[in-house]
């Protein structure tokens, strides 16, 4: 397979997470299409716990429960 | 190497089956915690236990599913699920093809059961086997291949029961799961990227927003994911260097 190819599928993963968590942080209201303010805040300090920890589990745990209290809270 | 290598060799008893089953072990958390994670997300993305049973048998591919289940919820076309499945698995022919040439020896049927049940895990294991031992034995691979695949389906299952259980996921927040796990893979893979690169990987990441936040005015979102994606990809390769 060419080497150009090779590379082009290497960037194929990060480029579908960061597409897939901007599909959600995105959203269309009658203004047009905006950031939801909510997911925003909660995704940072998930991400930051991702960073952290270096773990798939606790991110997840960690992204659930701040979720779950701001919808709380809010 | 080869005699220095043979002299080495580690075994359970004689019987390469079972020490495979025992080489799995140490990666089996990994597959459970993440199998159990999906199988949660599975039941928010509105999937029933069956169905994530059968996702979890037949695509058997943790990112994959994932993916398969976000790109269900936005209504996607099939053909946009099966395309995507296709290309984020595509790594695997490359994984395959750094084990083949090992397993030269065994039928073309052997070499298919261990190309369908290969993941990232089990290549590393058979990988770190082969610097260990210098070969692989086909009875071994299986015993690592179907350990890891039924624990997988199960916690998967236990996982979709587990949140079918749960009456209400949207106010505990699970249904966030979802976008928690693809952040935790994002930042995982940026990780393994070497420093020099890391700079050109992030700026790929920002156009990604770019890119989507443009493309959501104008297509429905599983478009938008897509393109923004091929395109993307392409500015990667065309920018580094």
Redesign the interface.
């Known amino acids: 397979m060419p080497e150009v190819v090779l590379k082009w599928l290497s960037f194929i993963p990060i480029c579908i997470f960061t597409a897939l968590i901007a599909e959600h942080l995105f959203i269309h209201t009658t203004a047009g299409v905006t950031i939801h303010w909510m997911y925003l805040a909660v995704l940072v300090p998930t991400v930051l716990i991702a960073i952290w920890t270096k773990s798939l589990s606790l991110t997840v745990l960690v992204g659930v429960m701040l979720m779950g209290t701001a919808r709380w809270l809010f | 190497m080869d005699v220095e290598a043979r002299k080495h060799i580690p075994t359970a008893g004689n019987e390469p089956f079972l020490e495979g089953i025992k080489d799995c072990v140490p990666t089996l958390l990994?597959y459970m915690?993440?199998g159990f994670?999906f199988g949660i997300v599975g039941i928010s993305s509105q999937l029933s236990i069956w169905e994530i049973a059968l996702l979890s048998i037949f695509i058997y591919a943790g990112?994959s599913q994932f993916?398969i289940c976000?790109l269900l919820v936005?209504g996607s076309p099939l053909s946009a699920i099966i395309f995507?499945t296709f290309?984020?698995n595509?790594?695997h022919?490359?994984l395959s093809l750094t084990l083949a040439p090992h397993f030269t020896r065994y039928s073309v049927k052997q070499n298919i059961g261990f190309g369908l049940l290969l993941t990232d895990e089990s290549f590393g294991v058979a990988m770190n086997k082969l610097a260990q031992q210098g070969k692989l034995n086909n009875r071994w691979m299986h015993g690592l291949n179907i350990t890891a695949y039924l624990c997988w389906i199960a916690a998967c299952t236990l996982g979709g029961i587990f949140g079918h259980w749960i009456s209400n996921p949207?106010?505990?927040?699970?249904?966030?799961?979802?976008?928690?796990?693809?952040?935790?893979?994002?930042?995982?893979?940026?990780?393994t990227v070497p420093k020099n690169k890391l700079t050109h990987?992030l700026s790929?990441?920002l156009y990604?927003?770019v890119a989507?936040?443009v493309l959501?005015?104008f297509v429905p979102?599983h478009v938008?994911?897509l393109l923004?994606?091929v395109l993307?990809?392409?500015i990667?390769?065309v920018t580094?260097k």
Not at chain 2, 172 to 189: C, E, V
């Open positions: 990994g915690s993440i994670a990112a993916i976000a936005t995507t290309i984020v595509l790594r022919l490359l949207e106010a505990l927040g699970l249904d966030f799961a979802l976008s928690a796990m693809f952040a935790a893979l994002l930042i995982l893979s940026l990780q990987r790929l990441v990604m927003f989507m936040f959501l005015h979102s938008a994911v923004a994606t993307v990809a392409t990667g390769v580094d």
